[in-house]
């Protein structure tokens, strides 16, 4: 995956596992550059909080598995580590931390 595909310095939103601000819209089952999740809308409310909800779009883990999972591999699953943003990369991109 290409960081060139995202528009850089645009309105991206946060994504609910890596919590970098990845994701040109919410909803629209994008699957995000940095951790390889695909947004979930079901999993997380209006204020963008995790919920402990099977995401059947990936695999039915919930977004605190794949939260934990990507501190782990740097990607919701290990097998994605290989094709998500490099560190490098990365940094281009908003990031907040949210401790759920
Ligand atoms: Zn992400």
Known sequence: MKLAEYEIG???VQCGCCDYYSLVERGKCLICPVCYWEDD??????NGLVL???SDLNNDFTLVEARENFKRYGAWLE????IVLSEE???NLKYEQRNV
Request: proline residues 0%; glycine residues 6%; hydrophobic residues 15%.
């Open 89 to 91: 990369e990365r940094k």
């Open 10 to 12: 645009s309105q991206l």
């Open 79 to 82: 097998k994605f580590s290989g």
């Open 41 to 46: 809308y079901d999993c997380t409310n209006e």
């Open 52 to 54: 402990d909800i099977k």
